[in-house]
């Protein structure tokens, strides 16, 4: 298991390098300068040609990327040309409201899909069967802001229940912060009211997040549960008297959970990255809003960083995944 | 003394292109500590026939008739009273012993959950214990309780799938084909497991296959099926020294003998009927040698001839 878990971390570093490098080739050859937009189309040449000098633009193009590498190994990803703050000090201000944002989705997302997939693939044909497969079409279908809006029209605006925007309200951070995790934060510090408005303003983008992407999920559970419950062991397992339950979560569910798991991981570092329209609808000061903001500014380095910041985490997750399969599969392991 | 009684069991699958009549009107006794074989082609509801007594058969089967436990009709039973005597009273062994053990789950987990469902309250060591006593029983080193199913061949998992059916000292065990998806040196192993088995536990058995040698080797009386219905019921040497319905005749000498010069295959002409929609007389008149005008138009009743059942016109007169 030890050897298996180090060979796999061991494999993922070539796949970050080479990430590395497609980011830092693609963002040179794509138009767009970042000193003329920083400056502006007017700027004078002397003027441009200095700032690019001073952000060592000019050297050859080989030299930027060994400087950018190195900058990497050394565990900050350069400063950003338009803050000239250290990126990864951005990034780790942004990074847990996202973070927040993306976990309650995908508790959401696993929750529905897990046990509306499992009993519809149990109910195979029957009428709870034909809502979850018109479920998981239609809720694929929502365009994301669209029923975020919806949301807050129903929730927020007419019935006033739970706020639209933001991730708190005013004077309702935790203080002192330990994770950036609001939630987590406001139960280390036992702020109970603080606690109660970071979950009320985390329902409804968590929901709009969690129910679209619940809907692939739904699918997924669905037809991989439909194929083991049709498999000899099942039939073998209720032939001992077995529990429907039993069969139906310890053997059935269980045994179609490694494809499942590689595809919720994916899904969850997707949504870090994706949860960008997420976060514009509810203004959600998370890393994508950080990222669009910073593509309008061609601010290359935080870019990199950002982008390479979401390679490194898809790359955990996925080892975690193979870890948990590992752990739940015997030939994996073995 | 019958510790399984099946009277009059009709099975039927609905599905899109019509009902299957897949078991019509079988009836028959399993006596205590005997063993039965069910024998027929493929289709002819042998399979259909094991599945019902547990109850396990997919949602589109409807069963009518009785299967009595010792009395008990288990079609009265509800769900969970159904659930508790299987494992317990009457256990299963399928045929495909590479896909009947959970893969992800050690085979002392198998064991484990086994009890734990019967009896919630068994101590670990004892559930060692018995685990043990049923490898052991069936020749599976106990030291494999530890083992994933996949670190087990063919015949080696079939035998813990054995140890798993007795362990708890079912009173029937049916056996669906349990030697069809292995090779003979293998089939030999694990038809002597049976047989040690039965000689030593209290335990009547019901092997349904399609081999009549293992029939031979294994059962004390047979059941020949056809196209849904029982067509002949004997004691095995009788049986096959003289059989009385057609088909019987025609499956036996179907049996190819290495020491004959002949070496012609012989096999019975045609198929089986289409279940959906059978012939109105008897099921196997298309493709019966002796058929009279009266197989055509009315299926034959089951008649006793000594302590033998056949269900053939060749046997007595309609209005008999």
Redesign the interface.
């Known amino acids: 298991m030890k050897t298996y878990i180090l060979t796999r971390i061991g494999l993922s570093i070539p796949m970050i390098l080479i990430i590395l490098t497609i980011v830092f080739f693609v963002l040179r050859v794509l138009p767009g300068n970042p000193v003329l937009a920083m400056l502006g189309p007017k700027a004078p040449p002397s003027v441009v040609k200095a700032m690019e000098h001073q952000m060592g633009l000019d050297k050859p193009i080989l030299v930027q990327y060994v400087d950018y590498l190195k900058d990497i190994a050394h565990g900050n990803f350069g400063q950003s040309t338009v803050t000239g703050m250290p990126v990864l000090k951005e990034l780790m201000q942004k990074f847990p409201a996202t973070l927040e944002l993306t976990i309650f989705a995908m508790i959401v997302a696993v929750f529905i899909g897990i046990f509306y997939g499992t009993l519809a693939a149990y109910k195979l044909g029957s009428p709870l069967d034909v809502s979850a497969r018109i479920y998981s079409i239609f809720v694929y279908s929502f365009p994301v802001f669209w029923f975020g809006l919806m949301l807050q029209l129903i929730f927020g605006v007419w019935l006033h229940w739970l706020p639209v925007s933001g991730e708190s309200s005013p004077f309702m951070t935790p203080d002192p912060t330990h994770t950036g995790l609001y939630v987590v934060d406001a139960i280390i510090n036992g702020q109970w009211d603080v606690l109660k408005d970071s979950l009320e303003h985390l329902i409804l983008p968590s929901l709009t997040l969690g129910i679209v992407t619940s809907s692939i999920f739904v699918r997924m559970v669905r037809a991989n549960v439909v194929l083991t419950l049709s498999?000899?062991?099942i039939?073998?397992?209720?032939?001992?008297?077995?529990?429907?339950k039993?069969v139906l979560f310890r053997?059935a569910l269980?045994?179609a959970l490694p494809p499942i798991l590689t595809i919720m991981g994916l899904q969850f570092a997707l949504l870090l990255g994706g949860a960008v329209l997420t976060e514009v609808t509810f203004s959600w000061p998370g890393i994508g809003s950080y990222l669009v903001s910073r593509i309008h500014a061609r601010d290359f380095t935080a870019i990199q960083g950002t982008i390479v910041f979401f390679a490194i985490f898809v790359a955990i997750i996925s080892i975690l995944v193979d870890v948990i399969n590992a752990w739940?599969?015997?030939?994996v392991r073995? | 003394m019958a510790v399984l009684n099946i009277k009059n069991l009709f099975i039927e699958y609905l599905t899109k292109s019509g009902t299957v009549k897949a078991v019509e009107d079988v009836s028959f006794d399993v006596e205590e500590n005997e063993s039965l074989g069910i024998v027929g082609e493929s289709g002819c509801g042998k399979s259909t026939l094991g599945?019902a007594i547990?109850r396990?058969l997919p949602q589109n089967a409807t069963i009518t008739g009785k299967i009595l436990l010792n009395g008990v009709n288990l079609l009265e039973l509800n769900n969970e009273s159904m659930?508790?005597?299987?494992?317990?009273d009457i256990?299963?062994i399928?045929?495909?012993p590479m896909?009947?053990?959970?893969?992800?789950m050690r085979v002392r987990d198998h064991f484990f959950?086994?009890f734990k469902?019967?009896n919630p309250d068994m101590k670990k060591n004892e559930m060692i214990k018995i685990a043990s006593e049923a490898l052991e029983s069936v020749g599976v080193d106990p030291k494999r309780l530890d083992n994933?199913p996949?670190e087990f061949s063919g015949g080696m998992r079939q035998r813990v799938?054995i140890a798993?059916?007795i362990a708890l000292k079912p009173k029937v065990l049916i056996a669906d084909e349990p030697t069809t998806a292995l090779d003979v040196v293998v089939q030999e192993q694990i038809m002597q497991v049976l047989k040690n088995l039965m000689r030593t536990k209290n335990m009547s058995i019901i092997l349904i296959t399609h081999d009549m040698g293992i029939v031979a080797e294994m059962a004390e009386r047979v059941a020949v099926m056809y196209a849904g219905n029982l067509v002949e019921l004997g004691e095995i040497h009788e049986l096959y020294n003289n059989p009385l319905h057609p088909y019987t005749r025609m499956l036996l000498e179907s049996i190819p003998n290495i020491k004959l010069d002949d070496m012609d295959l012989k096999f019975i002409p045609g198929s089986p009927p289409d279940l959906k929609n059978p012939p109105k007389g008897c099921k196997y008149y298309p493709r019966c040698p002796f058929a009279k005008d009266i197989c055509k138009e009315k299926d034959p009743k089951t008649r006793k001839i000594g302590n033998r059942i056949v269900k053939c016109w060749l046997y007595g007169d309609e209005d008999e």
């Open positions: 498999q000899q062991f039939t073998a397992a209720r032939a001992r008297g077995v529990k429907e039993t053997h269980k045994n739940i599969n015997p030939r073995y | 599945t547990l396990l659930r508790k005597i299987r494992g317990k256990a299963m399928f045929q495909d896909t009947s053990l959970n893969p992800i959950e086994l469902v019967h994933y996949f799938m798993l059916s």
